[in-house]
């Protein structure tokens, strides 16, 4: 009998320009819309039971001019502003609506904030440890950083992200990360030997802008899934019956099993205006209960940390969040934003698809940031 035919997933299968099919300009909207589908694998989270909202409109845009041209701009997917129990606003592009998945990119790093905080908790984990103490065998690139230069995007060393470049370590990552298909006739790469082969650590106490870097997230999910007493779906599932979400929560997998933290999470503009909603409750469900540290929290918005470089400069990164000591919250590559006030209690989910070479604009980046910000604390 002749062997039958196969090719490669022309999804996940690398172009020229070192990007696989759903993420190359041509395809990233459709991509970035159906992730959920794409990705080499993925786990899939219902909450058990739903937050219920209820529409109360209000005139954002007047408030607000500049949100006007976010939700007019080519990239625009959705957005939702949510406070307490009440729908603010929510618009979506032609092709989309705020209940469908999205890829969340690098917003999905907020998991990482609430897990490690839960562990610090417990007394499962120490800020000031070398990740050594709890990988043993980690490569150069992280083996004498301190567990809080992870968390505050602290580290230097060997691996790039630079999305502009096709061939920095980011990309790389992606086959790690359940995300892109190997070269033909080699083997997928773990997400722990991905990390384990990153070089060229140095130290630097004082740092004061970040140094951006997703392979960071993927160490602390590692050294997470060491000290932790529960498998780290048990945390997914815990965080998403906090949250109430409406729809699912979708995230990639490694090929060995780990959650890609560092940007895997597909959630619709709605159920992320909810995660939002979860962290001004700061780490309780809607019965009043934590699942989260607030105190960590707490810490985060008031720190000393890192600042972002411009033009986001007067956002500091803290624990896997951005902050600007009232407002909360991450972006994500492709253009995603999750913003959430801290006094106000209002949450503002954003959604788009650059569809530029590079997937990514940081001036585009800074006005969907400072718009957002100006939403949460009008809406309030």
Request: charged share 25%; glycine share 8%.
């Amino acid at each position: 009998m002749s062997a039958l035919k196969t090719l490669p997933n022309p999804d996940l299968t690398v172009g020229p320009d070192n990007k696989q099919r759903w993420n190359q300009p041509a395809h990233r909207r459709h991509g970035f819309h159906n992730a959920h589908h794409l990705f080499r694998r993925t786990l899939m989270v219902r909450a058990r039971d739903v937050l219920l909202l209820e529409p109360a409109e209000q005139d954002l845009i007047s408030a607000v001019p500049e949100l006007a041209d976010l939700l007019q701009h080519p990239a625009f997917s959705a957005f939702c502003c949510l406070r307490g129990d009440q729908i603010i606003m929510e618009q979506a592009a032609a092709d989309f609506s705020p209940s469908r998945p999205h890829s969340i990119q690098s917003v999905t790093k907020l998991h990482v904030h609430l897990i490690i905080g839960r562990l610090l908790e417990q007394g499962l984990l120490s800020l000031d440890a070398r990740v050594s103490e709890y990988l043993p065998y980690i490569g150069s690139g992280y083996r004498d950083a301190t567990v809080q230069t992870l968390l505050d995007m602290a580290v230097t060393n060997d691996f790039t992200e630079d999305y502009s470049d096709p061939n920095a370590d980011c990309y790389h990552e992606e086959i790690a990360l359940g995300w892109r298909l190997p070269d033909e006739g080699t083997e997928e790469i773990t997400l722990k030997d991905f990390v384990t082969q990153i070089t060229g650590f140095k130290q630097d106490d004082h740092r004061e802008e970040a140094d951006y870097k997703s392979a960071n997230t993927d160490v602390l999910t590692l050294i997470a899934a060491v000290v932790s007493p529960e498998p780290l779906p048990a945390h997914i599932e815990q965080i998403a019956d906090a949250v109430g979400y409406e729809g699912a929560f979708h995230i990639s997998i490694s090929k060995d099993g780990h959650p890609a933290f560092s940007g895997g999470g597909c959630l619709s503009a709605r159920d992320l205006a909810r995660f939002g909603l979860f962290l001004a409750r700061k780490g309780r469900d809607p019965q009043g209960r934590f699942v989260g540290n607030g105190a960590f929290l707490e810490h985060s918005l008031k720190r000393n940390a890192p600042a972002l470089s411009a033009p986001k400069e007067w956002l500091r990164y803290a624990n896997q969040t951005m902050t600007d000591g009232r407002v909360i919250g991450h972006a994500g590559y492709g253009g995603q934003f999750l913003m959430v006030d801290m006094i106000s209690g209002t949450s503002c989910a954003f959604l788009s698809v650059l569809e530029n070479d590079a997937g990514y604009d940081d001036a585009y980046m800074a006005d969907v940031a400072r718009t957002l910000r100006k939403v949460c604390c009008r809406a309030g």
